[in-house]
């Protein structure tokens, strides 16, 4: 299991910056998928982005070029910094770390940081 504690929320104006934190309880450096997800109200859980054991990125057309998602497996962490905010990233963003054991996969979540990007 691995237990994961965002950070890093709050209130921005639109055009600003942001950097989210993951915390995980347990060393991540086998954890080959590591995201961030969004919840807007209303909406559905959505990938904001992802990163591998070895770097690879993904990320939402809708944030591809704004943000930016990397991994310090020495401190178990993962961030994501957003940078021109707009009023539609407004969200509960969740960390998640899916593990992959012979060939079951489990996903885990945070509990979610809220974003709130104002006009």
């Known amino acids: 299991q691995v237990q994961l504690v965002e950070s890093g929320g709050g209130l921005v104006q639109a055009g600003g910056s942001l950097t989210l934190s993951c915390a995980a309880s347990?060393?991540?450096?086998?954890?080959?998928?590591m995201g961030w997800y969004r919840q807007a109200p209303g909406k559905q859980r959505e990938l904001v982005a992802s990163?591998?054991?070895?770097?690879?990125?993904n990320y939402a057309d809708s944030v591809k070029g704004r943000s930016t998602i990397s991994r310090d497996n020495a401190k178990n962490t993962v961030y994501l910094q957003m940078n021109s905010l707009k009023p539609e990233d407004t969200a509960v963003y969740y960390c998640n770390a899916r593990t992959t054991v012979l060939t079951i996969l489990t996903d885990y979540w945070g509990k979610g940081t809220l974003v709130t990007v104002s006009s």
């Open positions: 990163i591998t054991i070895s770097g690879s990125t």
């Open positions: 347990r060393s991540i450096s086998r954890i080959n998928h």
